[in-house]
């Protein structure tokens, strides 16, 4: 890895995760107005593995949650698992639901072609994950989920999603369109 990669990283490392950079679809500005283009990655089986996927969601709801790392630790006792999902059933304490979102069929369409679009290829440190996509079948089980920090660009998500979840990563103002509505402005520390 050469030295401009390495100073890459690490710049973004340092400035993602902070609310005062400015952030647009395809740069982010450093408070010295410095400009870094972030190119989208689509893997040549992105589309594939989408609709693959897809095919089989009846249902999908998205949720709004107050910072997992601001848990109770009995109610977040790992970062990296949903613990959250129960079986078959989502049960995020009312303590930490901000909103909840059930798709319409036409919304369910557009986050599809949203995740055909690809993801930006970088990720920073920190993982503050405020938002999760959970996936149904037509008999109503849980299939899959997604969980979102749109500030780390950052998702983690089920074995059967891990090809495709980043790519929800810039869908965050279709999220807003389907009526989510908040993104961590008030966070409770």
């Not at 698992?81 to 995020?92: A, H, L, M, Q, R």
């Not at 930006?120 to 989920?145: E, F, T």
């Not at 790519?167 to 008030?186: A, H, M, P, R, W």
């Amino acid at each position: 890895m050469d030295i401009k990669k390495i100073c890459l990283i690490l710049l973004i490392g340092l400035f993602s995760c902070n609310k005062e950079v400015k952030k647009s679809i395809n740069k982010i500005e450093t408070e010295k107005t410095e400009v870094l283009e972030f190119e989208i990655v689509k893997p040549a089986e992105l589309e594939k593995n989408v609709d693959d996927f897809f095919s089989n969601v009846s249902k999908i709801e998205i949720y709004a949650f107050t910072d997992r790392n601001f848990w109770d630790k009995i109610d977040n006792p790992d970062m990296y698992s949903f613990p959250y999902i129960n079986g078959n059933e989502v049960k995020i304490k009312d303590k930490y639901l901000k909103n909840k979102v059930t798709l319409t069929n036409k919304q369910i369409s557009k986050l599809q072609n949203g995740f055909k679009e690809g993801y930006y290829d970088y990720v920073a440190a920190c993982y503050d994950p405020r938002h999760a996509i959970v996936v149904y079948d037509k008999n109503d089980i849980i299939i899959g989920n997604i969980e979102i920090c749109f500030d780390c660009n950052n998702a983690s998500g089920s074995k059967n999603l891990s090809e495709i979840a980043r790519s929800v990563l810039n869908q965050v103002d279709l999220f807003k369109e389907f009526g989510i509505t908040y993104f961590g402005e008030e966070e409770n520390n």
